[in-house]
């Protein structure tokens, strides 16, 4: 069973016009849906959409309707009790695949929620053996920066047969950052901007350098993350597929010819993608490949859509080794 902890989960609200958006006038809506969302969310959909076991823990009083919303997608879930409702994202998606996004600040997570959530992390990572964790996703208010580590250093000691990835960003992928020498994850997912909060340097300049076709800056980046204990860093980068580093050796992927309806939920995508790969023993190479085909095929679904098996297309997906 792969495990996910989203502790800022959202009903994901995503508007599609049927033009570009032209700030101050009136728009009817091609669509409006609404579904259960948050990147561990999304990850465990996806993971449970190729029929592999998952389970997604998030926080959410049991009458939410987020909860609901989880249940008619039937995606395998177990809610920590609270009393604050789940926060809404807002999505709007213009014909040409560009996305806005109004991610809601999340409800206050209170000390006694707080530790229920880490203690029923730990117990169901022992109690189903689970071989990945994923902590993915903001953190709400009422949780410190640093929580992430603290989760990471508990599940090494208490599931030490657990492998743990770790998808966020901000003020909490910094903090993340400074725990590495205590309790570095197994895998990290940033983006390019979040690889540049972690070592200190301009993530925009790596996006640009990499939409260019540069790469050798993100790698280099991901390499000084590996150095600090990380065993493996991919780092998604839109159009211009995806990265991944270990100690072993760094790859490139291309992803295969799309046309992008919604990114919401790419990166997402890419890591279930890695993680089912990752799960089957396969190389680092291949788990690239797959990462980058399920972003891919993401990205060419509209709103929040997490992809099914058969609309990955891995045959078009290249992967190339970045030389040291």
Not at 65 to 87: C, D, Q, T, W
Not at 93 to 114: A, F
Not at 119 to 139: C, F, K, M, R
Not at 222 to 248: F, H
Request: net charge negative; hydrophobic share 45%.
């Amino acid at each position: 069973m792969i495990l996910t902890l989203t502790p800022n989960p959202s009903v994901d609200a995503t508007l599609t016009l049927p033009e570009p958006l032209s700030p101050g006038s009136v728009h009817r809506l091609r669509s409006l849906s609404h579904v259960a969302g948050g990147k561990g969310v999304n990850v465990a959909h996806a993971i449970h959409l190729a029929q592999h076991p998952t389970l997604a823990l998030f926080p959410a009083p049991s009458t939410d309707p987020f909860v609901e919303l989880a249940a008619r997608e039937a995606i395998p879930h177990r809610a920590i009790a609270m009393s604050e409702r789940v926060r809404t994202n807002t999505t709007i998606t213009q014909p040409d695949g560009t996305t806005t996004k109004l991610n809601g600040p999340g409800p206050q997570i209170s000390p006694e929620v707080r530790e229920l959530l880490a203690d029923t992390l730990v117990e169901t990572a022992q109690h189903n053996d689970a071989p990945w964790i994923a902590l993915s996703g903001s953190l709400p208010p009422g949780l410190p920066a640093g929580w992430y580590g603290e989760l990471v250093a508990r599940l090494r000691a208490e599931a030490p047969r657990a492998r743990v990835a770790v998808d966020t960003s901000d003020a909490a992928m910094i903090a993340l950052g400074e725990s590495f020498d205590r309790a570095a994850p197994h895998l990290i997912k940033p983006n390019g901007l979040e690889l540049g909060q972690l070592v200190g340097c301009d993530g925009l300049h790596l996006e640009r350098r990499a939409a260019a076709g540069d790469v050798q800056p993100v790698v280099e980046a991901a390499r000084s993350i590996v150095a600090r204990g990380v065993e493996s860093v991919l780092v998604t980068l839109g159009g211009a597929g995806a990265v991944l580093v270990t100690a072993q050796g760094a790859w490139q992927a291309t992803p295969p010819p799309t046309a992008v309806v919604s990114t919401v939920g790419a990166g997402d995508s890419s890591l279930a993608g890695y993680l089912l790969a990752a799960t089957q023993g396969a190389a680092p190479e291949q788990r690239l490949r797959q990462a980058v085909a399920y972003g891919s095929a993401a990205a060419a679904l509209p709103g929040t859509t997490l992809p099914r098996p058969d609309q990955v297309d891995m045959e078009r997906t290249q992967v190339t080794g970045i030389a040291a």
